[in-house]
């Protein structure tokens, strides 16, 4: 199983920005495409983004298109979601996932098979 670890994220407000981090523990994710998904209460889980192991990006929510970044750092094991221009239906638990265990993003998203705790994310003034 994937151990994956999700931090950075808090309370912010409209408009704002924070950056999430994705650190991978006992394994090397460089091998791996990422993907991040979330979920807001009430809300069936939605794939943001995802980044594949050569660093090309896949988005997968129309609603973050030019908002958010995702980058990778394979020497610190950490995949990055830069979120910017927050808006208040941000606001979920975001977790990141190997969506398919492959060195490629998939064309769908794909939840795969581990995540971690998740992070939250709440924009609000």
């Known amino acids: 199983q994937l151990q994956l670890v999700e931090s950075g994220g808090g309370l912010v407000q409209p408009g704002g920005s924070l950056r999430l981090s994705c650190a991978a523990s006992g394994f090397s994710l460089k091998t791996y495409a990422i993907g991040w998904f979330r979920q807001a209460p009430g809300k069936e889980r939605e794939g943001i983004q995802c980044?594949?192991?050569?660093?090309?990006?896949?988005n997968y929510a129309d609603s973050v298109k030019g908002r958010f970044t995702i980058s990778r750092d394979n020497a610190k094991n950490t995949v990055y979601l830069q979120m910017n221009s927050l808006r208040p239906e941000d606001t979920a638990v975001y977790y990141c996932t190997a969506p398919n265990r492959a060195p490629l993003c998939p064309l769908f998203w794909q939840e795969g098979d581990s995540w971690g705790q998740g992070t939250q994310v709440t924009v609000s003034s």
């Open positions: 980044i594949s192991s050569h660093g090309g990006s896949s």
